[in-house]
């Protein structure tokens, strides 16, 4: 069936450096792709997402870069603080549509 | 304003116990969702309801039912409690817009073990 994956089950970045989280997926009709990210305890919170027809969407720190050619989603994350430590999920959904599909998730260490 | 809240936090079962997770939303959304969170994987959707009155499987229904009993609450039954049904299980809701992502927001868990 169509999933939603990632490339890298941890990352670990310095504070202060930029952040990249990849994300593969193969669902070529899923109109949104989407970032959640879930702090240790707490439920998922959304931080940005990107509509298919876009490549680039830019939020606060944070850009969300989407290639459709080879299927690929990433999360951007500049100046990387400890409170970005968390797990990130990459997700995609159709318009109108209320399943979700989360990828397995990312797990971001941030060292001070 | 609470957001999304659910109850229990924790919760233990026995084999063939039942029991009803609680979940209620004070943003006025449309719809809420019921998912399970295993370790080291994504969250799958159990059951939506996108509108009051409304309830559809999700990818992993199997063992439970749903309940839209008003707009603001959406509760998950599990009838008979099984050890696979071991995990967290978390509640969302969102507004509907038809036109763009619906972002959902989350509720804290509940941790479910069943021995």
């Known amino acids: 069936g169509e999933n939603v994956g990632l490339h890298l089950p941890t990352l670990s970045v310095q504070e202060g450096d930029n952040s990249i989280i990849n994300c593969a997926y193969s669902n070529s009709a899923s109109d949104y792709f989407i970032w959640y990210k879930q702090e240790s305890g707490k439920g998922p919170q959304f931080i940005i997402d990107?509509?298919?027809?876009?490549d680039k969407r830019q939020g606060q720190r944070v850009t969300v870069l989407l290639n459709k050619t080879v299927k690929h989603l990433s999360l951007q994350i500049a100046a990387t603080q400890p409170g970005d430590s968390a797990v990130y999920f990459c997700a995609e959904e159709n318009t109108g549509g209320f399943k979700t599909i989360f990828g397995a998730g990312t797990r971001l260490f941030v060292k001070a | 304003n609470a957001g999304v809240t659910q109850t229990p936090k924790f919760q233990v079962l026995k084999t063939g116990q039942s029991m009803t997770l609680q979940c209620a939303q004070d943003m006025n959304h449309n719809s809420m969702y019921w998912y399970r969170q295993d370790p080291g994987m994504g969250l799958r959707l159990i059951y939506y309801?996108?509108?009051?009155?409304?309830?559809d499987k999700g990818e992993v229904p199997n063992g439970y039912n749903v309940s839209r009993l008003n707009k603001r609450e959406f509760s998950l039954r599990l009838e008979s409690a099984a050890p696979s049904q071991t995990s967290v299980y978390f509640c969302?809701?969102?507004?509907?817009?038809?036109?763009?992502?619906?972002?959902?927001?989350f509720g804290p868990g509940t941790r479910l073990t069943v021995l």
């Open positions: 309801s996108a509108s009051e009155g409304t309830t």
């Open positions: 969302a809701s969102s507004e509907f817009t038809g036109s763009s992502y619906n972002e959902q927001f």
């Open positions: 990107i509509r298919s027809n876009m």
